[in-house]
């Protein structure tokens, strides 16, 4: 089978190898000149043509078929000067530039061409947010320190299960369905058992895309959204960085050159690295006695570094590695745990005489994690494992074609009990290989975006093919209609319950080929999990600098995988008259997730607004009955305002406003005295000491109440000198103290709320 997917993908390739330009191409990278970070999404044009591109998430153009002249390459971005450099192109030439934009000290308020307005009509753009590190500063800073996951939570079709020990689910899939790059290397846990912190520190993310659905063939292995973050190579021209401290946590992070490029034509070399700790465990004591006597138990470590050469064509190679801790100890109910930490590289090069670019990354990734509760019992997971990928982009003017290869190998273990007590274990070896290719051709109006994954999962012996495709059509300058449809398989599951109201265990498992050989009356094919999606949308470009965007998707997870809680027999041939419900390890399950998302966005001058309504449906089927899961919220509103302010525009208040209608759960009936019999026949029943068993009603037919929650904050910068700030950030959670659900305790009948009000102050030098 190896041998099968080798021949497909070498066929593959050899028809994409593009021929030689006939006319010249200009191509190059774009910088900031104060830092040296690439600039993205810059407009590159030729002055006086309608040739030009925008720069990627490198900073790179490249502008091709153009014929033989004198032209005058010019780098447009609000904020910064203009660039304006003479350029002569041959036939069969290629120039490749290095151009460095100054920041504009005179304010551009009637500039209007902008990258972004130029993106929107030449690429698909549906079901993906790119968020920036200036979008996340937008949101409250709670605790001081703006954060990815409290960014995530405001955007369309984002469901937030709680504040503690909560999830994201991302229209309708799980989070085990979503896939989480850093630089390229693959995250198994993004987010803190404090839900307010990812464990990605914003000053250092330079792009982070957000696909909630519908998203294109580069990425695989994963059923239902993407999270694709990269970081910044660090400043190319001085040392620097940043020192927080606050009531909630601290960080240092440091940055600069530890080789320093003296002109334009000369290789560099960068660092950065991020520590990051919190207290609350600690603090929390002090500044929020009124919670209770046990305080808040989170405490959590975030290191991140990274080293990046430069060479003097702009190709480059960058080293990093991680090591995240998290820990939440609730005393005798639960104490839970989890480690991460990994390392890889990743490149970008510029080949002299060809027109591709090619990157690529090589990473390794572990994740462990457990939870020890009142009944004794160890919940235990890990998952390690390499991935690797080499890609390819061809340009052809706003045209372009991509392809690439991808292999990914990962180890699980795995130990569970279920509500009978019955343990669940697994070791497994996984590996996969993919290749993709994509095309994108924008027209005057029609902008296609076609292409086709082939996935092999090697431990099942199934190849997935997986064809995917969007399409925009710009209706006028200010409405464009926009879809995307596709195919998607994973392998990789989780094993949560969706009895609990709280999930902190959040276990990987291999897929098996211990499952049912039917599901509702039909023979199963296949031992993955499938989706299928569909979106469509409209974008429209308001009077007033209002930008509206309304999405529309259905999510059809037509095959999924999960772990039997009900299982009571071995799968043994003395068994095989029992149902499969009983005595198979893992159920099939399908699924459907639908809904609408609106967006309402204001972002001009000293104003930042952003409204979102999402209507949403999530169901399950597991062949006996339907249920919705854990996280079906049907209506969910969020709203970020921001304003800066003072005659130096030195202050800045933000606040936001979350309503979610409620999250279904599963109802207690009543107790029983529960006899596991571990002496089997040799027990005693009528001398036994049973435990406490719980009958559960239906499952998931409950409802808890509806949460909502205001955060404001309040932020004054002092200026020091040219390169120092200290910035004083207040700020309040929870401001009028809403009783949010957090867990009941279903054998005292004891309700635990979410966070109550919490104010925090965090002041932050850079320098």
Not at 81 to 97: L, N
Not at 460 to 487: C, D
Not at 651 to 666: C, I, M, Q
Request: proline share 4%; glycine share 8%.
């Amino acid at each position: 089978m190896h041998k099968r997917f080798l021949l497909i993908v070498i066929l593959l390739f050899t028809g994409l190898l593009p021929a030689a330009y006939p006319q010249g191409v200009v191509r190059g990278f774009v910088y900031d000149h104060d830092n040296g970070e690439p600039m993205l999404f810059v407009n590159v044009i030729l002055k006086g043509t309608a040739m030009g591109a925008a720069t990627d998430e490198h900073g790179y153009f490249s502008i091709t078929k153009i014929p033989p002249g004198e032209y005058v390459i010019t780098c447009i971005s609000i904020g910064y000067d203009s660039i304006f450099e003479p350029v002569t192109v041959r036939e069969k030439e290629m120039v490749t530039r290095k151009l460095f934009m100054k920041k504009n000290v005179v304010s551009l308020k009637q500039v209007e061409i902008s990258a972004d307005k130029e993106e929107r009509k030449t690429q698909v753009q549906i079901g993906i947010t790119k968020i920036t590190p200036r979008e996340i500063r937008q949101v409250p800073s709670i605790g001081g320190e703006p954060d990815l996951a409290q960014y995530l939570q405001v955007l369309p079709g984002v469901i937030f299960t709680g504040d503690q020990g909560g999830q994201l689910y991302i229209r309708g899939g799980t989070p085990v369905q979503n896939k989480v790059l850093l630089d390229g290397m693959i995250i198994y846990n993004p987010f803190h058992s404090i839900g307010m912190f990812s464990v990605f520190d914003a000053d250092i993310i330079k792009t982070a895309d957000i696909f909630t659905g519908g998203f294109g063939p580069q990425y695989g292995g994963r059923i239902s959204s993407v999270m694709d973050i990269t970081t910044r190579d660090g400043n190319k021209n001085r040392w620097g960085g940043k020192l927080s401290a606050g009531t909630f946590s601290s960080k240092i992070l440091t940055e600069g050159p530890f080789k320093k490029s003296h002109d334009d034509e000369q290789s560099s070399g960068t660092f950065i690295f991020s520590g990051r700790t919190s207290y609350l465990n600690k603090s929390s004591r002090v500044f929020y006695r009124y919670i209770d006597e046990d305080a808040l138990p989170y405490r959590f470590l975030d290191l991140y570094g990274k080293g990046v050469i430069t060479g003097s064509n702009g190709s480059k190679l960058s080293l990093f590695g991680f090591r995240f801790d998290d820990r939440a100890d609730y005393g005798l109910i639960s104490d839970f745990r989890w480690r991460s930490f990994g390392a890889g590289s990743n490149f970008v090069l510029i080949p002299g005489n060809s027109p591709v670019l090619l990157d690529g990354t090589f990473a390794y990734s572990n994740y462990n994690i457990s939870q020890q509760e009142a009944d004794e019992l160890p919940r235990e997971s890990s998952i390690n494992g390499f991935n690797m990928t080499l890609n390819f982009a061809y340009f052809l003017g706003k045209n372009e074609i991509r392809y690439g290869i991808e292999a990914h190998g990962y180890r699980t273990n795995f130990t569970y009990y279920n509500y009978v007590k019955r343990k669940l274990e697994q070791i497994e070896n996984t590996s996969e290989f993919g290749a993709f290719f994509k095309y994108k051709r924008a027209g005057k109006k029609l902008v296609i975006d076609p292409g086709v994954r082939i996935h092999y999962f090697a431990s099942l012996s199934e190849f997935s093919f997986e064809p995917r495709a969007g399409a925009k059509y710009n209706v006028s300058e200010t409405i464009r209609l926009k879809a995307a449809v596709g195919l998607y398989a994973q392998n990789l599951l989780a094993a949560v319950s969706d009895r609990d109201v709280v999930n902190l265990f959040y276990g990987f498992l291999s897929g098996s080929d211990e499952l049912p050989d039917e599901f509702k009356g039909k023979s199963v094919t296949s031992r993955l999990q499938h989706a299928r999606h569909l979106l469509a949308g409209i974008e429209v470009d308001l009077p007033w600098r209002f930008d509206l965007n309304a999405e529309a998707y259905i999510k059809d997870f037509y095959q999924l995988e999960n772990v039997n809680r009900d299982k009571i027999f071995d799968d043994t041939p003395a068994n095989s008259q029992e149902p499969d419900l009983l005595k198979k390890d893992y159920i099939i399950e399908s699924g459907i997730a639908k809904g609408v998302d609106f967006t309402l966005k204001y972002d001009y001058q000293r104003i930042y607004f952003w409204f979102v309504y999402s209507l949403a449906s999530v169901n399950r089927d597991n062949g006996f009955s339907e249920y919705q899961p854990h996280f079906d919220r049907r209506h969910n509103i969020n709203v970020v305002g921001s304003y800066t302010f003072g005659k130096k525009l030195d202050l800045e208040a933000s606040a936001r406003w979350n309503f979610g209608s409620p999250f279904p759960f599963t109802q207690t009936q009543g107790f029983y005295e529960y006899l596991n019999f571990q002496q089997g026949l040799n027990s005693n029943y009528t001398t036994a000491n049973g435990i406490l068993g719980i009958l559960y009603g239906p499952l998931n037919e409950g409802r808890l109440p509806y949460y909502h929650r205001l955060d404001i904050s309040v932020k004054k910068t002092f200026a020091i000198s040219a390169n120092s700030n200290l910035e004083i950030t207040a700020s309040i959670t929870n401001v009028y103290d809403r009783k949010n659900v957090f867990y009941i305790d279903r054998i005292r009948g004891e309700r635990v709320d979410q966070l109550p009000v919490l104010p925090s102050l965090n002041a932050s030098l850079t320098f």
